[in-house]
Every structure is written in C-alpha cells, then in structure tokens.
Nanobody, 123 residues
Framework: VQLQAFGGGLVQAGGSLRLACAAS????????IGWFRQAPGKEREFVAA????????RYTDSVKGRFTVSRDTAKNTVYLQMNLLKPEDTALYYC?????????????????WGQGTLVTVSS
C-alpha cells in the first residue's frame, strides 16, 4: 500500500486547510486510515482516524469539533478537513493505513505510512 499525503501549507490562525491522503490499493475502503502529526521538537501524536468498511471516526481531544476525517472511496482518498486552526496545530502531518478495524491511536499499529505534508499556522 502506497500513501501520498498532500494539501499542507501556510495559513493564519482561524483559517482552514484540507489535507488529502491518496492510496494505491483497490480495497481502499477496507483499510483504517490514520492521521498523525509531529511538531518540531515534539513526539509524534495521533490526530484522527477512520475505520475501513463502516467509517467510524476517532479524534484526539485537542482537535475535536475542529477537524473532520472523511473518506471518498471512489477517489481512494481520505480527507482531513481542518478548521479553526491554531498555531499549536503546526506540524508535519502523516497519513497511515492499517488493514484492521482497530481504530488505534498508536503509530506502531499502522503498517503503512506516507510522506508528511507540512502545515504551518501563523498567529
């Protein structure tokens, strides 16, 4: 499974960005897709995930109500809509894939990783 994340950029606080994660697998709708981020000098952290098949979602507390993860099966793409962005959301964002329905918040549970896309939120 190959993943490609894109859509990052520079935005002012309070603004929005939509990240996309495109996957190169025909059974894309069966994979759980996760988003993680890593800010400079900090550990990687879970952001959001969407399970395969039933598209159940999960978010870390700091993004609940601001971020929305969704899937477009026809385009083999998962989106992370980020609204009301804050400077503390600045990080390199990674999309990941797992062939189970665990909806894990742990990076070790995801077998496939894409390259990161940088999100910078200015104050």
């Amino acid at each position: 499974v190959q993943l490609q994340a894109f859509g990052g950029g520079l935005v002012q606080a309070g603004g929005s960005l939509r990240l996309a994660c495109a996957a190169s697998v025909r059974t894309f709708n069966t994979y759980t897709i996760g988003w993680f981020r890593q800010a400079p000098g900090k550990e990687r952290e879970f952001v959001a995930a969407i399970t395969g098949v039933v598209d159940t979602t999960r978010y870390t507390d700091s993004v609940k109500g601001r971020f929305t993860v969704s899937r477009d099966t026809a385009k083999n793409t998962v989106y992370l809509q980020m609204n009301l962005l804050k400077p503390e959301d600045t990080a390199l964002y990674y999309c990941t894939a797992d062939g189970t329905l665990k909806l894990s918040t742990r990076g070790v549970d995801y077998a496939y990783w894409g390259q990161g896309t940088l999100v910078t939120v200015s104050s």
